[in-house]
Structure formats: C-alpha cells, structure tokens
C-alpha cells in the first residue's frame, strides 16, 4: 500500500499461514484452469509453495505498485505455471481474486502466458522456454548500476533445463557475480511427453549448476522450512548466484494429478475438479 | 578523421559514444566483438559496456531485464548473429514487450564476402522487418549511420540498424532529416531504381551506364526498412514508371518484397523487376566485386539485365 508518496511493503505473514495460504492458491489454481478449460496444471501446481513463499514472506514488493523502483522481483520463467503466478499475484492483492475466472477469455488481462504488457505485476512476458533466467540477468546487472538493493527470483522448469540459453545464462550470472539472483529449478522430473529421464535427462542436475559456478542447494519444493532457509542461505552468499533445486511433485496436492504427466497441459472436468476441491478443502 | 573516412561501424559508435557520455542509461552490450570504436566505450564508460560473450540470445533476453530496469541498450554483432541466431529472443522480448532495445549488426549484405553463407547477411532484414513494432534502418552513408545513432537513442521501441564493412562516399548533408524513411537521390524521367545500403551508389554508376543509353534513371534510397513510407514511395516513384528494385539481399522478402507490397496494396500498374540474390547460399569466398559478378550485381550485368528487361 502506499501513504501519500511512502510506499508500504507487503507485511510478511506469519510462517504458520504459509501452508494456508498454498492451500488457497492450489484451489485457486484448479478452478481457474476448470472454469477456462484448458491450462497447466501440473507445473503449476508443484511450484506453489515456492511462490507462495515469494510472495508472502520473502519478497519485498507493494501489489497497489506494481513498478516499485525497490521491488524485489520475480520472474517466472516457466511461463506455462502462470496460473500460479496469478493466483500468487491476486491472493497478495496486485487485482481481485474474482479476475482469476477470466483466465484465457477473451479481453481478459489473464492470458494463458503471463503478458507483462496487461497484468500488474508480471515482470517479463513468457511462456516460450529457457528465457527467464537471461532476463533475470539483465534485472540483476541493472539492480548493481542504479544501485539498487532489490532481489532477483527466477523459477525455471526441471524440463526446461533442456533449453540452452538457461546454460548461457547461467554461465552469466555466475560470470557477472551476481549474488543479488536465485534461481528456483521446479524439479518435478516430469516434461510435457514424459519423464526428464525418458525425454531428456538432465540429471545431475545440482552437480551442473554448481558446475557452473552456482551455490546449489537442494530441497524439497514443498516443505516451507526448507524453501525458507534455503533463502536466507542464499542471502548471505556473497559473489556468485544461488541455484535453489527444489524436488517436487507435478500436479501435488491434488491425488489424482501428482506424478502424471497428462496433466501437464490438461484441465480437470467437472467431476475431476470437485474431487481436487474437496481434497483441498 | 572525417566522418567520410572511417567505417559505418566507427560512425555509429562515435555518435553513440557521444550520446553515451551525456546519459548513463545508455548500455552497449557485444557478443565478443572488439573494434577500436569500442575501445573508448569500455574505458571510458567502464559501466556501460558489457561484453556479453559468445551467446547472442542470452545477450537479447539480458538486454530486455536491462530494458525493463531503465536503461536503453544496443546489443552488436555480426548482422545473422545478433538477428537470425536470435530471432525468437528478438521477437519476444523486445517486439512483444516494446523495449528499447537497438539490435546493430555489422556486415550487411555480403560485406563478409569472404566468410561465406555463416557471415553473409541475406535474409536478416527480410525477417527483422516483417515483425510488429521494429524498426529497421540499412543506412547507405556515415551522415545517415551518425542520425541513426541519435534517433534509436531517442525513440523508443525496438529497432535494427544494419551497418556495412565499407567505406562509401557521402550522400547526404549534415543534419538531414532522416526520419522520411526514404529519398529521392536523383531525378530520372524515365524509370526508377529504389536501393538500399551498399547498392545505392551501386546504382548511382548503373545510372551512369544506363544514360549511355538514353534511359534517364531515377534513384531512391529505401533506407528504413520498416515501418515503410508508403505514400512518399508511391508519389516518389513516379506513375507508370518502371520500377527496378536493387539489393544484395534474397529476393524473397527484401526490398523487392517491401516494394511490390506497397504496389500491390495501392494498385499500383507499373512494371517491377527485383535485382538481388536469387534464392540461393553463396559458397564463393572471393573479393565482393567477385561475388557480385558470380551474382549478376556487377554494374555491368544490372545495366545489361536493365536494357533488356525494359526491351
């Protein structure tokens, strides 16, 4: 919130809402790719304690200032998880939790790739794999040369590891020392056709982000006091990037979703979506 | 040294250099490319110049988080590095996010004439200009390169300014307007030849020949690729005058391309023939006079192939 020209950061909620809160933006999740009848569900589901504790602990951001100069940023490179980022974006304020039904309708300001140019608080337009780290970069030298304090978070998919500028990228931020930038790898082992081993293995994972000059950290996605002490980890690391990957579970929280790959990019039907909302109840 | 006598390269980044001084959100990023322009930059503005390395679409896609974070950038290149290589990055995180971003390439045409098909630059403004919002500018003369420089800094969007290896004579005063997107260079009542870059004084010696001949040749500089000046196109090149179209490019897309579209759309009726590189790669590795002769873009061979299409 702002008073008169004084900006107001987001107050952190206490660690015992956390998983509350993921609860809601799961429901949030599953009825707005229902209602639009088509969508991510999976990846957007396995990375919703990461952003929930983006948004709701860790960053600094103000959701009635969406280009606060000091905002901390978040860029969701996994542009298909955008119905997370929406969720995330509506529960903390940046627009009414009611707009989420419009999720893929025509004129709506949520489109099935997060568009920077319509949606309060999305930083960079994506959906096309293997970006978002880059732009994270550039966000990161900026924060350096205007002498800003403000943090760069970047969630990248296990199956978009396969891309290669992630590689360039990486290369980058650990050439640049960027110790203002985490990279989140939503491990869920699961890519739109199948398994990352079947597909395209990309293990060992952490060992190639350390081998890239990262400090690697390896957690589980959905366990908050690991996600939260992996963070403050990271804010002492001086000098090089910090590479956060998180195990998780595609389509978690909801029984019949978790670890199957058709709802990747499936919506739930009816019946399918009252089952998840009772689960998540 | 006079503006006449250094590189279009060394042109433009003494005028960006300039401007740079004045506004350090100006941001010159290479993908490990070096020239002694460039020196000044990076000691000078130490802050402002990042070599970004060999990975031309990371180099894109940081230019836009620097975009987005309040600095203006140019991102250089050889020109199918810093365009085709990235084409995707360029698309969506400079066209689809409107950021002001400058993409310059060096090596128009077959300025890399003895590099082969990796380095020649044939389709790069075919492709950079169909797409929403770019700029593109192919300048023709050091005057031109040095506006350019200042009018990317000042407009903002995306835009592409390509620039030649070669030195060529001035065509232009200081301080031209340049925001026409194309000139009349000469009169000539009874066809007219509309070129771009290298090929406008390539034209200016076909005019030459041409008027051995009896045929009185208009030329036009197309030096702004998109968004296209379509009236003063049509008012300048004259009704029912034929119209030859002249570049190094592929035929398919380039200036031919752009010019037969305005036609198209505007029912224009006069005949059109469009020189250039007829769907092919280039294999030769010679001198660029060799490789226009191989191409039938000597000055010989367009006079002749002129002549006898206007039969």
């Given at each position: 919130?702002?008073?008169?020209?004084?900006?107001?950061?987001?107050?952190?909620?206490?660690?015992?809402?956390?998983?509350?809160?993921?609860?809601?933006?799961?429901?949030?999740?599953?009825?707005?790719?229902?209602?639009?009848?088509?969508?991510?569900?999976?990846?957007?589901?396995?990375?919703?304690?990461?952003?929930?504790a983006?948004?709701?602990?860790?960053?600094?951001?103000?959701?009635?200032?969406?280009?606060?100069?000091?905002?901390?940023?978040?860029?969701?490179?996994?542009?298909?998880?955008?119905?997370?980022?929406?969720?995330?974006?509506?529960?903390?304020?940046?627009?009414?939790?009611?707009?989420l039904?419009?999720?893929?309708?025509?004129?709506?300001?949520?489109?099935?790739?997060?568009?920077?140019?319509?949606?309060?608080?999305?930083?960079?337009?994506?959906?096309?794999?293997?970006?978002?780290?880059?732009?994270?970069?550039?966000?990161?030298?900026?924060?350096?040369?205007?002498?800003?304090?403000?943090?760069?978070?970047?969630?990248?998919?296990?199956?978009?590891?396969?891309?290669?500028?992630?590689?360039?990228?990486?290369?980058?931020?650990?050439?640049?020392?960027?110790?203002?930038?985490v990279?989140?790898?939503?491990?869920?082992?699961?890519?739109?056709?199948?398994?990352?081993?079947?597909?395209?293995?990309?293990?060992?994972?952490?060992?190639?982000?350390?081998?890239?000059?990262?400090?690697?950290?390896?957690?589980?996605?959905?366990?908050?006091?690991?996600?939260?002490?992996?963070?403050?980890?990271?804010?002492?690391?001086?000098?090089?990037?910090?590479?956060?990957v998180?195990?998780?579970?595609?389509?978690?929280?909801?029984?019949?979703?978790?670890?199957?790959?058709?709802?990747?990019?499936?919506?739930?039907?009816?019946?399918?979506?009252?089952?998840?909302?009772?689960?998540?109840? | 040294?006079?503006?006449?006598?250094?590189?279009?390269?060394?042109?433009?980044?003494?005028?960006?250099?300039?401007?740079a001084?004045?506004?350090?959100?100006?941001?010159?990023?290479?993908?490990?490319?070096?020239?002694?322009?460039?020196?000044?930059?990076?000691?000078?503005?130490?802050?402002?110049?990042?070599?970004?390395?060999?990975?031309?679409?990371?180099?894109?896609?940081?230019?836009?988080?620097?975009?987005?974070?309040?600095?203006?950038?140019?991102?250089?290149?050889?020109?199918?590095?810093?365009?085709?290589?990235?084409?995707?990055?360029?698309?969506?995180?400079?066209?689809?996010?409107?950021?002001?971003?400058?993409?310059?390439?060096?090596?128009?045409?077959?300025?890399?004439?003895?590099?082969?098909?990796?380095?020649?630059?044939?389709?790069?403004?075919?492709?950079?200009r169909?797409?929403?919002?770019?700029?593109?500018?192919?300048?023709?003369?050091?005057?031109?390169?040095?506006?350019?420089?200042?009018?990317?800094?000042?407009?903002?969007?995306?835009k592409?300014?390509?620039?030649?290896?070669?030195?060529?004579?001035?065509?232009?005063?200081?301080?031209?307007?340049?925001?026409?997107?194309?000139?009349?260079?000469?009169?000539?009542?009874?066809?007219?030849?509309?070129?771009?870059?290298?090929?406008?004084?390539?034209?200016?010696?076909?005019t030459?020949?041409?008027?051995?001949h009896?045929?009185?040749?208009?030329i036009?500089?197309?030096?702004?690729?998109?968004?296209?000046?379509?009236?003063?196109?049509?008012?300048?090149?004259?009704?029912n005058?034929?119209?030859?179209?002249?570049?190094?490019?592929?035929?398919?897309?380039?200036?031919?391309?752009?010019?037969?579209?305005?036609m198209?759309?505007?029912?224009?009726?006069?005949?059109?023939?469009?020189?250039?590189?007829?769907?092919?790669?280039?294999?030769?590795?010679?001198?660029?006079?060799?490789?226009?002769?191989?191409?039938?873009?000597?000055?010989?061979s367009?006079?002749?192939?002129?002549?006898?299409w206007?039969?």
């Open positions: 919130m702002t008073i008169g020209d004084q900006i107001i950061p987001f107050s952190p909620v206490p660690d015992t809402e956390l998983s509350a809160i993921a609860k809601q933006l799961r429901r949030d999740i599953v009825t707005m790719i229902s209602t639009a009848g088509s969508g991510h569900p999976g990846g957007s589901l396995s990375a919703v304690e990461i952003i929930t983006l948004y709701f602990k860790i960053m600094r951001h103000c959701p009635s200032e969406p280009g606060w100069i000091e905002r901390d940023r978040f860029i969701l490179s996994k542009g298909h998880a955008a119905p997370a980022l929406y969720a995330a974006l509506a529960e903390s304020g940046y627009f009414p939790v009611s707009e039904a419009t999720l893929r309708k025509l004129g709506s300001r949520l489109q099935g790739h997060a568009d920077r140019t319509a949606t309060p608080g999305v930083e960079m337009s994506s959906g096309s794999l293997g970006q978002g780290l880059s732009f994270g970069v550039g966000t990161a030298l900026a924060a350096g040369l205007n002498n800003k304090k403000y943090r760069v978070y970047v969630l990248i998919g296990g199956g978009e590891c396969n891309e290669g500028q992630v590689w360039e990228a990486a290369m980058s931020a650990y050439h640049f020392k960027l110790d203002n930038m990279a989140f790898i939503d491990h869920n082992e699961l890519q739109l056709d199948g398994t990352n081993h079947d597909i395209m293995n990309i293990e060992p994972l952490g060992e190639k982000w350390s081998a890239f000059g990262w400090h690697t950290i390896e957690i589980d996605g959905h366990n908050f006091n690991e996600i939260l002490s992996s963070l403050e980890e990271a804010k002492n690391i001086k000098g090089q990037p910090t590479a956060i998180a195990h998780t579970i595609k389509g978690k929280g909801i029984s019949y979703m978790e670890n199957k790959v058709e709802f990747h990019g499936k919506a739930p039907n009816p019946e399918e979506t009252k089952k998840a909302l009772q689960e998540l109840a | 040294m006079k503006i006449a006598d250094i590189s279009m390269r060394d042109a433009f980044f003494d005028a960006l250099y300039d401007i001084r004045q506004d350090d959100r100006v941001m010159l990023l290479t993908g490990d490319f070096g020239a002694p322009s460039l020196d000044k930059f990076r000691t000078d503005l130490s802050r402002q110049y990042i070599n970004a390395g060999v990975a031309e679409q990371n180099m894109v896609t940081i230019a836009a988080g620097l975009a987005l974070s309040g600095k203006i950038v140019y991102i250089y290149s050889i020109a199918p590095f810093v365009t085709l290589r990235c084409f995707e990055q360029i698309k969506l995180d400079l066209c689809c996010m409107k950021l002001h971003v400058t993409a310059v390439g060096v090596g128009a045409g077959y300025s890399y004439s003895t590099s082969g098909p990796t380095h020649h630059a044939t389709e790069d403004a075919a492709v950079m169909i797409l929403p919002g770019m700029t593109v500018y192919n300048p023709s003369d050091n005057i031109m390169v040095a506006a350019f420089a200042g009018m990317s800094y000042r407009d903002p969007g995306p592409y300014i390509r620039l030649d290896r070669e030195k060529f004579p001035l065509r232009y005063e200081e301080k031209h307007d340049f925001s026409d997107g194309l000139a009349l260079l000469k009169r000539g009542k009874d066809m007219t030849i509309i070129a771009s870059g290298m090929m406008v004084h390539q034209a200016f010696k076909v030459e020949e041409l008027l051995k009896s045929i009185d040749a208009a036009v500089d197309l030096y702004r690729l998109s968004p296209v000046n379509d009236n003063l196109l049509l008012q300048v090149m004259g009704k005058k034929p119209v030859v179209t002249l570049a190094e490019d592929l035929v398919a897309g380039g200036i031919g391309s752009i010019v037969a579209e305005v198209a759309d505007n029912g224009c009726q006069s005949r059109l023939k469009r020189l250039g590189t007829e769907n092919q790669y280039v294999f030769q590795y010679a001198s660029r006079e060799c490789l226009h002769s191989h191409l039938g873009l000597d000055v010989a367009i006079t002749t192939g002129i002549l006898r206007l039969q």
